[in-house]
């Protein structure tokens, strides 16, 4: 790759929101997000009517929405609508070749709504209120869809709207959605309970784990393969649900894109630019700008045939790339590769000879009882004890023989799994034996790196490094236990096609436990104790047509996580369940009952803050009556009711902020708990659940959605 141009808009601008399109059909514009107040700077080097500023800066067109900006993109709501139809629509007379042109507009996310904008004539194509927020927002085109979507992230929500703003599709996540982004049909969805999930259609055929708070996806072109960067850093490949490659940075990413040949483009807090193939993340270009980026974007912004991957800095610097035309003998190319990567095996080999020749060289020539090496037999061992007061379990280390633990270190590799990405403990009298506390943050199969120091004597100064592997267990955070734990009083039961003995193994695989999980007559129990003390049951027993589960937890989370996780290792495409949760119905009403408060106060609040609104312009106009009429204390007493007035207006505007963060926090609760009940189904009946969810929430229906829990349907059968 290699600059194209370079260009300086001496505007400040907001990381992340950036988004470029053909607002008249014909030349591409980069619109970007510029300060607090709610402006969007667009910049479109071929607009004739723009005159640039006597500071030699390029011209740009503001556009002033007076809200807070919290999402940017552009596209082509409908394909099939011209600029002619547009403009008649709106009284507009057509000109002769509108026929023919198809425009971008714009999606603007304003907090808690979401507008649709043109751009070209200057007006919104629609305005809808978000009650769940706008995170994100992206247009896309989804299989079984007959047209594009505007898809907004919202509170544990995705939504996706037609051109007319009517809502066409809706489904549910864990948490709060910072991105979604379309995937050739599909649609990729990234939230900050560290989960990707893609739907095709209203069903999630893949639900992802990662080890921190998804903040970028794009596609790679192909059904299935997409990039993903997260909260820490990371950055790297899925193709379906197989992670190909992942590299992390200490910098915090900013924008993720695929370009037009397929790699991944990263721009990051540090203001650096990489580019990496696709197939191995390795880096084929850098560069470096002043200040942080803002975003990444691929339009032939300057018309020259070829798009150019587009990257923006906060401090409004623009750069084009284009691809390095190089010519090249392609077998004189294959065979550079080749030498290069044998050249990188032999630097390999000769750092490992040179650090052994090195403490060959730091030890004594005369052996002594300090210097003693360990015994060349010396194994170690890997067993975990039974959770610690505080929450979380010991991974217990010991030798072979008489040799002495003086240290462990225990590194995170997939990262997010505890505070920090390392563990290390040093006790003062070593032994053959040390113990480590591993306190998992949630339930995820992180693969652990153990570095082992092994010495002959405690104090010894040769120190003797092994490397050892571990892998923890999908539920890392329930331990087993021999004897019974109290019953809870929830429970789910569902059936599934295969026999007694796999869900033993599942269970002897899925959990922390030193001991087999038994199958005694067909029929397998097994007991778990939370890292927070919470008990959970799982009992199977064999049937007609295979097995029945039953798992008993308080936790509704919980349960959804282990019905999925069976479902994945069992091979089950479709699974219905039973399920009674009472304290979680019983929440989930008290929500239910807080939504509608919040809402009835929100409607009054807003006509009140609208009479209020009246009455300011009725005591403005007065008092300027009064003015021009040198009637000083009518004009007076007027701009006192008016203050009055708008101290009155202020305290309602608190009130209403204040009742709208407790509506989002009670409606986020009630897609949580849609997600969870959703998640003791798969296949067909999950998707059910969500769909049939989503009509007994927009009409208020409790008894609908506490029968959805329960039995998957919101009616008997």
């Given at each position: 790759?290699?600059?194209?141009?370079k260009?300086?808009?001496?505007?400040?601008l907001?990381?992340?929101?950036?988004?470029?399109?053909?607002?008249?059909?014909?030349?591409p514009?980069?619109?970007?997000?510029?300060?607090?107040c709610?402006?969007?700077?667009?910049?479109d080097?071929?607009?004739e009517?723009?005159?640039?500023t006597?500071?030699?800066?390029?011209?740009?067109?503001?556009?002033?929405?007076?809200?807070?900006i919290?999402?940017l993109?552009?596209?082509p709501l409908?394909?099939?609508?011209?600029?002619?139809?547009?403009?008649?629509?709106?009284?507009?007379?057509?000109?002769?070749?509108?026929?023919?042109v198809?425009?971008?507009?714009?999606?603007v996310?304003?907090?808690?709504?979401?507008m649709?904008?043109?751009?070209?004539?200057?007006?919104?194509?629609?305005y809808?209120?978000?009650?769940?927020?706008v995170?994100?927002c992206?247009?896309?085109?989804?299989?079984?869809?007959?047209?594009?979507?505007?898809?907004?992230?919202?509170n544990?929500?995705?939504?996706?709207?037609?051109?007319?703003?009517?809502?066409?599709?809706?489904?549910?996540?864990?948490?709060?959605?910072?991105?979604?982004?379309p995937?050739?049909?599909?649609?990729?969805?990234?939230?900050?309970?560290?989960?990707?999930?893609?739907?095709?259609?209203?069903?999630?055929?893949?639900e992802?784990?990662?080890?921190?708070?998804?903040?970028?996806?794009?596609?790679?072109?192909?059904?299935?393969?997409?990039?993903f960067?997260?909260?820490?850093?990371?950055?790297?490949?899925?193709?379906?649900?197989?992670?190909?490659?992942?590299v992390?940075?200490?910098?915090a990413?900013?924008?993720?894109l695929?370009?037009?040949?397929?790699d991944?483009?990263?721009?990051?807090?540090?203001?650096?630019?990489?580019?990496?193939?696709?197939s191995?993340?390795?880096?084929?270009?850098?560069?470096?700008?002043?200040?942080?980026?803002?975003?990444?974007?691929?339009?032939?912004?300057?018309?020259?045939?070829?798009?150019?991957?587009?990257?923006?800095?906060?401090?409004?610097?623009?750069?084009?790339?284009?691809?390095?035309?190089?010519?090249?003998?392609t077998?004189?190319?294959?065979?550079?590769?080749?030498?290069?990567?044998?050249?990188?095996?032999?630097?390999?080999?000769?750092?490992?000879?040179?650090?052994?020749?090195?403490?060959?060289?730091?030890?004594?020539?005369?052996p002594?009882?300090d210097?003693?090496?360990?015994?060349?037999d010396?194994?170690?061992?890997?067993?975990?004890?039974?959770?610690?007061?505080?929450?979380?379990?010991?991974?217990?280390?010991?030798?072979?023989?008489?040799?002495y633990?003086?240290g462990?270190?225990?590194?995170?590799?997939?990262?997010?799994?505890?505070?920090?990405?390392?563990?290390?403990?040093?006790?003062?009298?070593?032994?053959?034996?040390?113990?480590?506390?591993?306190?998992?943050?949630?339930?995820?199969?992180a693969?652990?790196?153990?570095?082992i120091?092994?010495?002959?004597r405690?104090m010894?100064?040769?120190?003797?490094?092994?490397?050892?592997?571990?892998?923890?267990?999908?539920?890392?955070?329930?331990?087993?236990?021999?004897?019974?734990?109290?019953?809870?009083s929830?429970?789910?039961?569902?059936?599934v096609?295969?026999n007694?003995?796999?869900?033993?193994?599942?269970?002897?695989?899925?959990?922390?436990s030193?001991?087999?999980?038994?199958c005694?007559?067909?029929?397998?129990?097994?007991?778990y104790?939370?890292?927070d003390?919470?008990?959970?049951?799982?009992?199977?027993?064999?049937?007609?047509?295979?097995?029945?589960?039953?798992?008993?937890?308080?936790?509704?989370?919980?349960?959804?996580?282990?019905?999925?996780?069976?479902?994945?290792?069992?091979?089950?495409?479709?699974?219905?369940?039973?399920?009674?949760?009472?304290?979680?119905?019983?929440?989930?009403?008290?929500?239910?009952?807080?939504?509608?408060?919040?809402?009835?106060?929100?409607?009054?609040?807003?006509?009140?803050?609208?009479?209020?609104?009246?009455?300011?312009k009725?005591?403005?106009l007065?008092a300027?009556?009064?003015r021009?009429?040198?009637?000083?204390?009518?004009?007076?007493?007027?701009?006192?009711?008016?203050?009055?007035?708008?101290?009155?207006?202020?305290?309602?505007?608190?009130?209403?902020?204040t009742?709208h963060?407790?509506?989002?926090?009670?409606?986020?609760?009630?897609?949580?708990?849609?997600?969870?009940?959703?998640?003791?189904?798969?296949?067909?009946?999950?998707?059910?659940?969500?769909?049939?969810?989503?009509?007994?929430?927009?009409?208020?229906?409790?008894?609908a959605?506490?029968?959805?829990i329960?039995?998957?349907?919101?009616?008997p059968?």
């Amino acid at each position: 790759m290699e600059v194209s141009y370079k260009v300086r808009l001496e505007k400040q601008l907001e990381a992340g929101l950036c988004a470029v399109g053909r607002f008249d059909g014909n030349h591409p514009a980069v619109a970007c997000a510029a300060g607090a107040c709610g402006q969007v700077l667009l910049y479109d080097p071929h607009d004739e009517l723009q005159v640039t500023t006597t500071s030699g800066a390029p011209p740009l067109r503001t556009l002033n929405f007076n809200k807070t900006i919290t999402a940017l993109d552009a596209g082509p709501l409908d394909p099939a609508r011209t600029r002619a139809q547009a403009k008649t629509t709106r009284g507009v007379t057509p000109d002769e070749n509108d026929d023919k042109v198809v425009r971008d507009v714009l999606l603007v996310g304003l907090g808690s709504a979401l507008m649709v904008y043109d751009v070209d004539l200057n007006s919104d194509i629609f305005y809808r209120e978000c009650p769940d927020g706008v995170f994100s927002c992206r247009f896309c085109t989804l299989q079984g869809c007959e047209q594009p979507l505007a898809v907004v992230g919202g509170n544990c929500s995705v939504v996706g709207f037609g051109w007319q703003g009517t809502e066409l599709f809706w489904n549910v996540a864990g948490d709060d959605v910072r991105v979604v982004a379309p995937c050739e049909g599909d649609l990729l969805v990234g939230s900050d309970d560290y989960e990707i999930r893609i739907f095709r259609k209203e069903e999630s055929i893949y639900e992802i784990s990662e080890a921190d708070k998804v903040v970028a996806l794009c596609s790679l072109g192909k059904r299935g393969r997409f990039a993903f960067g997260l909260a820490n850093g990371t950055v790297g490949v899925y193709k379906n649900n197989e992670r190909r490659w992942r590299v992390k940075s200490k910098n915090a990413l900013v924008a993720l894109l695929a370009t037009q040949n397929r790699d991944v483009a990263a721009g990051w807090s540090s203001g650096a630019v990489t580019l990496r193939s696709a197939s191995n993340g390795q880096v084929i270009f850098k560069d470096t700008f002043d200040a942080p980026l803002v975003s990444l974007v691929c339009a032939d912004l300057k018309l020259s045939g070829a798009p150019q991957l587009i990257a923006v800095g906060v401090d409004g610097e623009v750069r084009g790339y284009i691809p390095s035309v190089v010519t090249r003998d392609t077998s004189k190319a294959e065979d550079d590769l080749r030498r290069k990567r044998e050249i990188e095996q032999l630097q390999a080999e000769k750092r490992r000879l040179v650090g052994e020749l090195r403490a060959l060289e730091e030890q004594p020539q005369t052996p002594s009882d300090d210097a003693q090496g360990i015994p060349p037999d010396t194994q170690i061992s890997l067993d975990v004890a039974a959770p610690v007061h505080g929450g979380g379990f010991e991974l217990i280390v010991a030798t072979s023989n008489q040799t002495y633990v003086v240290g462990v270190v225990v590194l995170d590799t997939d990262g997010g799994l505890f505070d920090g990405e390392t563990l290390s403990c040093a006790p003062a009298r070593p032994s053959d034996k040390l113990g480590i506390v591993v306190r998992p943050k949630k339930n995820f199969p992180a693969s652990l790196k153990l570095q082992i120091h092994v010495a002959a004597r405690p104090m010894s100064t040769s120190i003797h490094v092994f490397e050892v592997d571990y892998k923890l267990p999908k539920f890392c955070r329930f331990y087993r236990v021999e004897e019974e734990v109290a019953q809870p009083s929830s429970w789910v039961r569902f059936d599934v096609p295969t026999n007694v003995q796999r869900v033993a193994q599942y269970l002897t695989q899925a959990f922390v436990s030193t001991e087999e999980v038994d199958c005694i007559n067909n029929e397998v129990k097994a007991y778990y104790v939370g890292l927070d003390g919470a008990p959970l049951r799982v009992q199977a027993n064999k049937d007609a047509t295979g097995t029945t589960i039953r798992i008993s937890t308080n936790d509704l989370a919980t349960a959804a996580e282990v019905v999925q996780d069976i479902s994945t290792n069992l091979d089950v495409h479709e699974l219905e369940s039973e399920a009674s949760f009472p304290d979680e119905s019983r929440r989930l009403k008290e929500t239910l009952e807080r939504v509608s408060t919040h809402n009835s106060i929100r409607v009054r609040l807003t006509a009140e803050m609208a009479d209020g609104s009246s009455r300011v312009k009725a005591l403005v106009l007065k008092a300027e009556d009064a003015r021009l009429m040198a009637d000083m204390p009518r004009m007076m007493r007027n701009y006192d009711e008016l203050m009055k007035v708008n101290e009155e207006l202020i305290a309602e505007y608190n009130k209403r902020a204040t009742n709208h963060e407790a509506l989002l926090a009670a409606l986020k609760q009630v897609n949580q708990v849609v997600q969870r009940a959703s998640s003791l189904r798969v296949g067909k009946a999950k998707a059910r659940v969500v769909a049939d969810a989503r009509r007994a929430i927009k009409k208020g229906d409790a008894a609908a959605l506490l029968s959805l829990i329960a039995t998957g349907r919101t009616g008997p059968g």
